[in-house]
């Protein structure tokens, strides 16, 4: 049964403090979302969120850890995942530097193995969030294609996202397949076009908007993450133009409606 969560990035201006965050929560579920992706923020770690999370029955859908600290901090990770009661750990991208050059890209996936390995040994799932920028074409071949094809399915997952992938000029549905069997969670976000500041014909900006109100194909991409085993399917709005509590929710009954989940 498909699973529905909200990445609270969405909501990051609503949890400054203890009290927006007891808030936020309690209006997320009220929402109908019974799991968050969450950083925890600074005033907490993950043992309290874990209780707080209990009190308005949410659970965490992973851990969260920055992907060059792992190894240093992989007995931290494993007590967080723990406290969370997750099998999973999302990390961060790519730094800058390394987003360069063919050879930055396959020292990142090699890197990536290597935390995927370690964090097998404490029971632990691994999974890379990619954007638009590994879709870099070098030539011969793009920094995605290094990542998927230099790392070890064993290791490493993704978890792809569909405004991403209209971003880097893919059609998402499709696109899509390049992670089958890589990928059970999947960031849910719509692609719409906006006023650029100083416009010029061929060029356009675009920002993310709430599921369903914008330029995707959520019946087609929905039919292909059904068939390639996505689980989770995690909202997101980080750069939207509605007031955020309403995107989240409206996005929630939007991809309950394409996927005729009646719940």
């Known amino acids: 049964m498909a699973q529905y969560t909200l990445q609270m990035y969405t909501l990051r201006e609503f949890m400054r403090t203890p009290d927006d965050l007891d808030s936020t929560l309690s209006r997320v579920a009220q929402m109908g979302y019974k799991s968050i992706q969450i950083t925890p923020p600074a005033f907490t770690n993950a043992k309290e969120l874990a209780k707080l999370l209990a009190i308005k029955g949410l659970t965490a859908d992973s851990a969260i ?4 600290k792992i190894p ?19 990390t961060d991208s790519i730094n800058a530097e390394d987003r360069k ?8 996936a090699k890197h990536l193995n290597e935390c995927g390995k370690l964090l097998r040994k ?45 971003s880097a000029g893919t059609e998402p549905s499709r696109a899509l397949n390049m992670f089958r069997g890589r990928a059970r969670y999947m960031h849910c976000k719509d692609y ?16 993310s908007a709430p599921v369903g109100t914008g330029n995707l194909c959520w019946n087609e991409i929905l039919v292909t993450a059904k ?37």
């Open 122 to 166: 404490k029971g632990l799932d691994f999974m890379y969030h990619f954007h638009s920028f590994e879709f870099v074409d070098f030539g011969e071949v793009r920094g995605i294609d290094i990542l998927l094809n230099e790392t070890d399915p064993e290791y490493v997952m993704f978890q792809p996202d569909v405004f991403w992938l209209a």
């Open 227 to 263: 068939d390639m085993g996505i689980e989770n399917y995690v909202v997101e709005d980080d750069m939207g133009i509605l007031d955020p509590f309403k995107s989240a929710e409206l996005s929630l009954v939007n991809l309950k409606k394409f996927a005729n989940d009646k719940r």
């Open 101 to 108: 050059t063919a050879d930055g890209y396959r020292s990142f």
């Open 192 to 207: 719409v076009i906006t006023a650029a500041k100083d416009p010029k014909l061929e060029i356009t900006t675009c920002a």
């Open 72 to 90: 240093e901090r992989i007995e931290q990770i494993a007590r967080d995942a723990d406290a969370l009661q997750t099998c999973v750990l999302r």
């Open 65 to 68: 850890c920055s992907v060059y």
